[in-house]
């Protein structure tokens, strides 16, 4: 399998980020491969099946029959900005070319690309080739506004964007379209950080985070219960550690409001559905050396805390482990575990300092690509798979989907703006062929599901559920963490 080099940190950031510039001005025609999803057995149906080259169009109940061939017969017409008679533009922005942290979300991009470059080796989408134009944000808010001016002057669709800092989404929101209309542009992202573009009208994300909408980015806020970490991690205690009542040291990626708020709410939200006992946390920065970690360590033998949960990034987990073995903390008498972000090439290479690690995935492991062939798809697309990439991959398969539902209904000239927002508020079940568990994209509600990994020194193993190509959704979704300032409780309660 192809290294899963994942760029270990947010480096300055300190964000639960991993994954691997182009030029912004770069365009990209791209294609695809024909691919059915594999069963997943445990997880439920969603509402349609995707496939990259569209072997199945999603279904969407259509006002009249639609030809076998939906291009047959009809004359092609440019209906959109980035829809013309023969090709659709999309836009992909994603942090790539910050000095900070070069290439951080290569991936997206990389992933959006592949989707694209396998569409058109099966004849395109609505009957047209697809483009893509690439945007790079830089963890900039400046750029990333930029990008989203690009994408509006040129595309269709943002899709799979990936940006640390959209945190204006003005532009975003009243892009006119073609007629003029202050419609926006849909924005179909791989993962949103920013709560300005988590809760923007027309923000969908293919992974979504838990928290209400609207919030300005400060005070009370509800957290909902279907996070993968908040579900995988009671789990993890109840079944491999002590269960309810454990001590539980956590640290949080504090670096930018936005990340301090997921962390902390999730970290919080995860330990109290254990019944478990947060006895303190620390905020980290990507610019943090292993001598930081020394007083994280000395608090977890003095206080006999049995857990340990870095809510941040795979360097957070090796320091703390390279930091346990110098003050002689044996780390197998800990639980630990770790999000997504542990699973990536660096921590491989950590290889038995790390050893007996637990990780909670909200998407089937690279190492099961024979169980899911959306997911075999992905990995042939592109030359390192990583995580946020998988992310992207999904957010272009849901813009398939929803592209192929309007020509299915009402044919290929059909395409607007308008049209593919209206779409999306639609899709109540989404799963990428069975790569995620299904997401409700038009209520914005996440995934019930959930798959632990243990790393065992030079391996992920899959622990639970034990079948390949499989999702745990039967726990338990804890209660909605109700008017939970996680900024202010963050900043009260840290150390």
Same mark, same amino acid.
Not at 40 to 48: I, L, R
Not at 146 to 174: H, P, R, W, Y
Not at 181 to 210: E, N
Not at 434 to 446: H, L, S
């Given at each position: ?173 009243? *892009? ?22 988590? *809760? ?141 972000? *542990? ?153």
């Amino acid at each position: 399998m192809r290294r899963l080099r994942w760029l270990a940190a947010l480096l300055a950031l300190g964000m639960i980020a991993a994954a691997c510039g182009r030029d912004d001005d770069d365009t990209t025609a791209a294609p695809e491969t024909t691919t059915a999803p594999a069963e997943v057995t445990t997880a439920p149906p969603a509402e349609a099946t995707t496939t990259v080259g569209g072997a199945e169009p999603a279904t969407t109940a259509a006002t009249e029959p639609v030809p076998a061939d939906p291009c047959e017969g009809v004359t092609l017409e440019a209906t959109e900005i980035g829809v013309s008679e023969d090709t659709i533009t999309i836009t992909v922005m994603a942090d790539t070319g910050s000095p900070l942290a070069p290439g951080l979300f290569q991936g997206s991009i990389d992933a959006v690309i592949g989707w694209a470059e396998q569409i058109n080796e099966n004849g395109g989408l609505a009957c047209r080739e697809v483009k893509v134009e690439e945007a790079d944000s830089q963890i900039n808010p400046t750029e990333t506004v930029n990008g989203f001016l690009k994408g509006c002057e040129t595309s269709l669709a943002m899709v799979g964007t990936n940006a640390l800092f959209a945190i204006d989404v003005n532009d975003l929101q009243t *892009c006119p379209d073609a007629n003029g209309d202050a419609t926006g542009i849909p924005d179909i992202a791989g993962l949103s950080v920013a709560p300005a573009q988590a *809760c923007s009208t027309v923000t969908y994300a293919a992974q979504l985070g838990t928290g209400s909408c609207p919030y300005s980015g400060n005070g009370p806020r509800d957290y909902s219960g279907s996070g993968t970490g908040i579900i995988a991690f009671p789990y993890v205690v109840e079944n491999f550690g002590e269960g309810a009542g454990a001590k539980v040291i956590g640290l949080t990626a504090a670096d930018i409001p936005s990340t301090k708020e997921s962390s902390m709410a999730s970290l919080k939200q995860g330990v109290d559905a254990a019944g478990a006992t947060l006895e303190a946390y620390f905020p980290i920065s990507g610019r943090d050396d292993q001598s930081t970690y020394a007083p994280y360590i000395q608090r977890q033998i003095d206080s006999g805390a049995t857990v340990f949960y870095p809510n941040s990034n795979d360097q957070a987990m090796i320091k703390w482990h390279n930091e346990a073995a110098a003050q002689g903390l044996d780390a197998q008498s800990i639980l630990r575990y770790c999000s997504l972000s *542990c699973y990536t090439e660096a921590f491989r290479d950590a290889g038995d300092v790390v050893a007996g690690v637990y990780i909670g995935m909200n998407f089937l492991p690279f190492e099961e690509s024979e169980a899911n062939e959306n997911l075999a798809s992905y990995i042939a697309a592109v030359d390192e798979p990583v995580g946020f990439g998988a992310n992207s991959w999904a957010a272009a398969l849901l813009f398939q989907q929803v592209v192929e539902d309007i020509v299915a209904a009402d044919g290929p000239n059909a395409l607007t703006r308008a049209r593919v927002l209206e779409q999306l508020a639609t899709v109540e079940s989404f799963d990428a062929g069975g790569m995620f568990g299904p997401v409700n994209i038009g209520e914005r509600i996440g995934s019930p599901c959930f798959i632990i990994l243990q790393f065992d020194g030079s391996d992920f193993v899959r622990v639970h559920p034990e079948e390949p190509g499989t999702f745990d959704c039967d726990a338990t979704i804890p209660e909605t963490l109700v008017g939970f300032d996680a900024i202010a409780y963050h900043d009260a309660n840290a150390g």
